[in-house]
């Protein structure tokens, strides 16, 4: 690191919801996993891997969240994604045949048939359905900073009122991180970069050493940052905090003034799931017929128009290494101006939702490849890190307390807490009190309990994710939020009023342990206060 002016920590972070229904053929809510191992996962591993192989140097954090590493160990779910790529490449294969005569499709079918063909044999004959393992070998090749988040993505912060249900979150992220990886995790993503001050000492009785947060956790922190953000802030219990570089963020994050919404880049909203003659698409839809996104997609962007251009990858590519270059520029810029304005060398984190990259911007795969690259070949005066890196440099830093923040619209809880899901929280509030009470009261209970009292916290967890009050504020999918929601709440109380009664009913016991599989090794006693 010695020599450099400053340093860029690219981060993504991966992460979707629990789902999983083995008591359907076909589910709408799976296909968010199987879009982004098609579209996110194997893209991204395909480029650290080739980057690897042209031995180019870089370092990337990625964090993974527990439930994406259950859904990615699922054997039905695994099983699920290949029927799925398999349907897909029948109809790009029919695609072929149905645009021989129109030739920018007929291109883009070939181009989508190649591209689905190779996922399912990286996935299956490369990878051997098993996508963690490659990331693992990443970690083992120090490109790869993998840390985790807490349990299901609860929002911690409105968790507050009881540091049982928060220790639980972030005990259980940690173990089930370890599991998968072989490691202990040094860091951990804040869900929602969701942080409350005093949140830090939990993170540190579970040996992280740093976490992420928005801009101004750190920026209105107490005393104010000497270096704002492009130096860690250390929390009075020794964790550090690392915060958002807004700049850098707003030009990938935005589709308005970032790179994604550039004219030339395929066009998310027009897909043939939707532009094509129904009957024609009717299989490869979900098992009721909804119309949906089938990722075969022939336009792009072209502009604020609903005429829109066919999509040309070639002309899309030149623009992703086009932006790539814009990126590295304007960093070394931000890096050499905030090198005159402080004493040692500047650290630019910049985060982003790994889904972001290839499923919302298709191009965003190829224009982290370029950008890496050219970090390595193109320029010197920043390096690629991990934000734990900079701490060999410069292990000396400001303490201070960051302020409650997230970067959620309005950088607080309002997407969390408002008139559409403000509901909730009596409900979760009230479940982590009979947890913690069931968890005290059952130090050492006989094994059928021991598995129903798991089953109580398995089911808590997955109701505190904060994906589901962030789709009831975005008014998106629903009518599943509230049926998980629901679902959650009956099945928690059904096995809390067996455990007061002493009446367990091990046939439906196990019935609710088949639908809701994941942490397998979760011990309720997470929730003990005593």
């Known amino acids: 690191m010695a020599g450099q002016q400053g340093y860029v920590a690219l981060m993504l972070h991966a992460h979707l919801p629990f789902v999983r229904h083995p008591e359907h053929d076909a589910f709408l809510e799976e296909r968010w996993l199987f879009e982004a191992i098609t579209e996110t996962y194997l893209p991204l591993l395909e480029r650290f891997e080739r980057l690897c192989h042209d031995q180019v140097p870089f370092r990337i954090t990625m964090s993974f969240t527990p439930p994406l590493l259950a859904m990615l160990q699922d054997p039905l779910l695994q099983s699920r994604y290949v029927h799925h790529l398999e349907q897909l490449i029948e109809l790009s294969t029919k695609e072929i045949e149905r645009t021989r005569w129109l030739p920018p499709f007929h291109r883009l079918a070939l181009f989508y048939h190649h591209r689905l063909t190779t996922a399912r044999r990286q996935f299956v004959d490369v990878h051997k359905r098993n996508l963690i393992a490659p990331f693992r070998a990443l970690a083992d090749r120090g490109v790869l900073e993998p840390i985790t988040s807490a349990a299901t993505h609860g929002f911690l912060p409105l968790m507050e009122l009881y540091p049982q249900a928060v220790r639980a979150q972030v005990q259980v992220g940690v173990e089930a991180f370890a599991r998968a990886f072989?490691?202990?995790?040094?860091?951990?993503?804040?869900?929602?970069?969701?942080?409350?001050?005093?949140?830090?000492?939990?993170?540190?009785?579970?040996?992280?050493?740093?976490?992420?947060?928005?801009?101004?956790?750190?920026?209105?922190?107490?005393?104010?940052?000497?270096?704002?953000?492009?130096?860690?802030?250390?929390?009075?219990?020794?964790?550090?905090?690392?915060?958002?570089?807004?700049?850098?963020s707003k030009s990938v994050w935005s589709a308005e003034e970032g790179y994604p919404g550039d004219p030339e880049y395929r066009e998310f909203y027009r897909d043939i799931g939707f532009d094509l003659d129904y009957d024609y698409v009717r299989p490869y839809l979900n098992g009721d017929g909804t119309r949906l996104n089938t990722g075969l997609k022939y336009y792009r962007i072209t502009g604020k128009t609903d005429d829109k251009q066919p999509y040309d990858p070639d002309r899309a590519l030149e623009r992703a290494a086009v932006h790539a270059g814009n990126f590295m520029f304007n960093r070394e810029k931000q890096i050499e101006y905030l090198r005159t304005m402080m004493d040692r060398a500047p650290l630019i984190l910049s985060p982003y939702d790994a889904e972001l990259f290839g499923h919302w911007w298709y191009e965003g795969p190829d224009w982290l490849e370029f950008l890496i690259r050219k970090a390595h070949y193109d320029q010197?005066?920043?390096?690629?890190?991990?934000?734990?890196?900079?701490?060999?440099?410069?292990?000396?830093?400001?303490?201070?307390?960051?302020?409650?923040?997230?970067?959620?619209?309005?950088?607080?809880?309002?997407?969390?807490?408002?008139?559409?899901?403000?509901?909730?929280?009596?409900?979760?509030?009230?479940?982590?009190?009979?947890?913690?009470?069931a968890a005290n009261a059952h130090p050492r209970p006989d094994a059928l309990r021991h598995r129903l009292l798991n089953q109580m916290a398995r089911e808590l967890l997955l109701a505190q994710s904060s994906d589901w009050a962030f789709i009831l504020k975005t008014q998106t999918h629903t009518a599943y939020a509230y049926r998980r929601l629901h679902d959650h709440l009956a099945r928690f109380t059904a096995l809390h009023d067996a455990v007061r009664q002493g009446?367990?009913?091990?046939?439906?016991?196990?019935?609710?342990?088949?639908k809701d599989t994941i942490f397998p090794a979760l011990d309720y006693r997470v929730y003990a206060t005593s």
């Not at 979760?428 to 009470?437: G, S, W, Y």
């Not at 009446?503 to 088949?514: P, V, Y």
């Open 182 to 248: 072989g490691r202990a995790p040094a860091g951990l993503w804040l869900p929602e970069c969701g942080y409350h001050p005093g949140h830090d000492e939990i993170l540190k009785a579970f040996g992280i050493r740093y976490f992420i947060t928005d801009a101004h956790g750190v920026l209105f922190g107490s005393p104010r940052p000497k270096y704002g953000v492009y130096a860690p802030a250390i929390c009075p219990s020794g964790v550090a905090a690392f915060g958002r570089d807004l700049e850098s």
């Open 380 to 437: 010197q005066t920043f390096e690629l890190v991990a934000p734990p890196d900079y701490f060999r440099e410069h292990p000396t830093n400001q303490v201070l307390t960051p302020a409650m923040s997230t970067w959620g619209n309005g950088g607080y809880n309002d997407v969390w807490l408002n008139g559409a899901n403000d509901w909730v929280y009596r409900h979760l509030h009230k479940m982590t009190e009979c947890m913690t009470e």
């Open 503 to 514: 009446a367990i009913d091990e046939g439906r016991l196990a019935d609710i342990e088949a």
